[in-house]
């Protein structure tokens, strides 16, 4: 087959696929340029179709914590393949990985494994609903949590990215249901709570709002809502798909200190496979099928070949000091980047925790989605293109975080900042 460009491939792509692209994000809609097809990946670095090396700090969305291609992740795949790919009948890597799971967050006392972020929130949420024999749940303008119906009401992500927070298709009898209130604003959804009294089954939020850029939870926030559910009866899921194992092995429950009924998983603990997991208290998880009578179910969950990744990945990240090199290479780039401004006199504001983070262009602080909205989405596009440019891969949308790697070395970090001072000189 002719090489194919990145350009040949998304003239193609358009042919059998919607925007040419599995997930709307890889479109860079938003950031005004085609998007670039990936041929491979090592360590750090991403390498387009055409050839290019880029330093990445999208890591498929979270997952590649450990870098793209580790080799001990590789080898395990590879002999994992080998023994067979899916059973549809249980096998003792789902446990091992739930063990594992459970061991760090301990408030998940049994869970289910799944294919998918959305999978294991929209279970999540059933499971909540058939708990508490409420249909009403309440989630923060901005957070995504997947795209089953009932959540795609303001959704941040993609469904923010294109400035379409309700997506059609959306029957209103489901958005009815879904009640929306303003990220880090106790008082607020104190209110919406006590206006729907006895109504509402489930408070689901991301414990750091990763899909509105890196949006951090205010003091008290998190004990806050944590107290209104004790004393509502309302099942607080906190969903951890983009933070689990990413900001601590125990998530931003191990480092806020709260803990939900139910916590959802994905990304990193199928070390770049297809895994979600949803899990918590065992009275509500035992209300599952075949338990209970609340269904879910899936083909490919526990896949043999996921939870061997999976377990691999945790086992790396396990060992000593490896969030403290996380930490250590990110608060090294943030203060490469906050110094790659000197010569850029817009205002820019940057936001962090651990290995995840975000490059705002408005002046900030950004606490909720109405702030990150303020941003300048066209500045961002440009600077994200520079960056490109510079070999650089940042998330593609404002409303986007942007992932460190322990594959991440000091030169690569120095290169990324060299290309950012060119790129804010140049905007
Ligand atoms: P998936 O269904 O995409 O595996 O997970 C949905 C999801 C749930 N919860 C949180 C907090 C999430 O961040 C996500 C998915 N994250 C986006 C990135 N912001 C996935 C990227 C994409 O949609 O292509």
Request: proline share 4%; glycine share 12%; charged share 20%.
């Amino acid at each position: 087959m002719k090489h194919q460009t990145s350009a040949t491939l998304f003239e193609r792509a358009k042919q059998t696929i919607p925007g040419g692209v599995n997930s709307p994000v890889r479109a860079f809609k938003s950031v005004g340029c085609d998007p670039i097809f990936i041929d491979k990946a090592e360590g750090p670095y991403i390498f387009d179709a055409d050839g290019n090396r880029y330093i990445d700090y999208v890591g498929s969305w979270g997952p590649m914590i450990l870098g793209h291609c580790h080799p001990k992740v590789v080898e395990a795949i590879q002999q994992a393949a080998a023994t067979g790919a899916s059973f549809g009948a249980p096998t003792e890597r789902e446990i091992i990985l739930a063990e594992m799971v459970r061991e760090a967050y301990p408030n998940m006392e049994k869970m289910r494994m799944v294919s998918s972020g959305t999978e294991a929130t929209m279970s999540a949420i059933r499971l909540a609903r058939g708990y508490t024999g409420r249909d009403k749940i309440l989630k923060f303008d901005g957070c995504y949590h997947g795209h089953a119906d009932s959540l795609l009401v303001k959704a941040g992500s993609g469904a923010a990215t294109f400035g379409v927070p309700t997506s059609p298709g959306v029957p209103a009898d489901f958005a009815k249901h879904t009640l929306t209130a303003t990220y880090n604003d106790l008082e607020e959804t104190k209110a919406l709570v006590a206006a729907n009294k006895g109504e509402i089954a489930c408070i689901i939020l991301e414990p750091i709002a990763g899909n509105m850029g890196c949006v951090i939870p205010r003091s008290g926030f998190l004990e806050g809502l944590r107290a209104l559910c004790d004393a509502e009866g309302i099942v607080l899921i906190i969903d951890e798909v983009m933070t689990g194992f990413r900001v601590a092995f125990g998530g931003a429950q191990e480092r806020f200190g709260v803990r939900g009924d139910l916590c959802c998983l994905g990304k990193i603990i199928g070390g770049g496979l297809p895994v979600g997991a949803f899990g918590g208290k065992k009275e509500i998880m035992d209300m599952l099928s075949p338990e209970g009578g609340v269904y879910q179910a899936g083909t490919l969950s526990g896949n043999p070949l996921a939870m061997t990744a999976g377990i691999t990945t945790l086992s790396l990240l396990k060992q000593e000091g490896f969030y403290d090199q996380i930490e250590e290479k990110s608060a090294y780039l943030e203060a490469g980047l906050k110094a790659a401004t000197a010569k850029y006199s817009g205002p820019t504001c940057f936001q962090r925790v651990g290995g995840m983070f975000c490059t705002y262009f408005q002046a900030g602080p950004v606490n909720s989605f109405a702030d990150a909205a303020r941003s300048d989405t066209d500045l961002f596009g440009k600077f994200f293109r520079q960056m490109l440019e510079g070999g650089v891969n940042l998330a593609p949308s404002q409303f986007e975080a942007g992932f460190m790697s322990i594959a991440h070395s000091q030169t690569d970090l120095d290169t990324t900042i060299a290309a950012a001072e060119k790129s804010f000189a140049a905007l």
